[in-house]
């Protein structure tokens, strides 16, 4: 399967900062990527779907403006949460679907702190 | 809307048979996948159903009836590291260009006792 790699793996950062999460995709080559969220005890929550060369296709109720993703090759998606606010901490994690599309990767996780 | 429920907890001892049930009412269905998650760490991957019927893979079975809606996660033998949350997630149909998203229950937190 892909072997998918996050980082950071966590960070804190003061209120309105902005913070920017890089997705990898180490031995796959995926025009698609995902990105969740997940809060304390909660499920996974899918905020946006990256697309390799093209805008991201984000979930009802996800601010694209403050979300910004990129997707600029096969192996990198990046997600920067702009002016971030201590409701934005939480755990975010991005995925990779395999060729057939019956199983998805996850990367390790990164967890945000805003204080 | 999608609509996926899986019971919060459940707790067994360990050698012993644990059945996580799930039940979904969603827009569209391309499967339904089981992930393991353990605390602070990203979800792995243990089953795919996308027909009805078991699918068994070690200790590890699931089964699906898409008629009912409903799907559940079997596991044999419990061990001590088998203390987890269990993911129910159902992937949606292809649209157009979007390849069909994965929408997850909350997670059933299983606890193995000795």
């Known amino acids: 399967g892909a072997v998918v790699s996050q980082h950071p793996s966590w960070v804190i950062c003061k209120s309105g900062t902005s913070v920017k999460i890089e997705c990898r995709s180490l031995d796959f080559q995926a025009t698609t990527m995902f990105w969740y969220r997940q809060f304390p005890k909660q499920s996974l929550m899918l905020m946006a779907t990256s697309n390799e060369g093209s805008k991201a296709t984000y979930e009802q109720g996800v601010e694209k403006d403050k979300f910004l993703i990129n997707h600029a090759s096969l192996t990198l998606s990046t997600l920067t949460v702009t002016s971030a606010h201590p409701e934005d901490s939480s755990f975010y994690i991005c995925?990779?679907?395999?060729?057939?599309?019956?199983?998805?990767?996850f990367g390790p996780g990164t967890r945000l702190t805003v204080l | 809307g999608q609509n996926i429920d899986q019971p919060t907890e459940m707790t067994a001892t360990e050698g012993a048979i644990v059945q996580i049930n799930c039940t979904y009412q969603?827009?569209?269905?391309?499967?339904l996948f089981w992930y393991q998650q353990h605390a602070g760490e990203a979800p792995t991957f243990l089953s795919y159903?996308?027909?009805?019927g078991l699918e068994e893979k070690g200790r590890f079975s699931s089964f699906l009836s898409r008629s009912k809606g409903y799907s559940y996660l079997l596991l044999k033998e419990l061990q001590m590291k088998d203390s987890a949350s269990y993911l129910c997630a159902v992937r949606d149909v292809h649209r157009g260009s979007t390849l069909g998203r994965l929408y997850f229950g909350r997670g059933t937190q299983l606890t193995v006792w000795p």
């Open positions: 159903n996308v027909l009805d």
């Open positions: 995925s990779v679907p395999d060729r057939g599309y019956n199983e998805q990767f």
């Open positions: 969603t827009s569209g269905f391309n499967g």
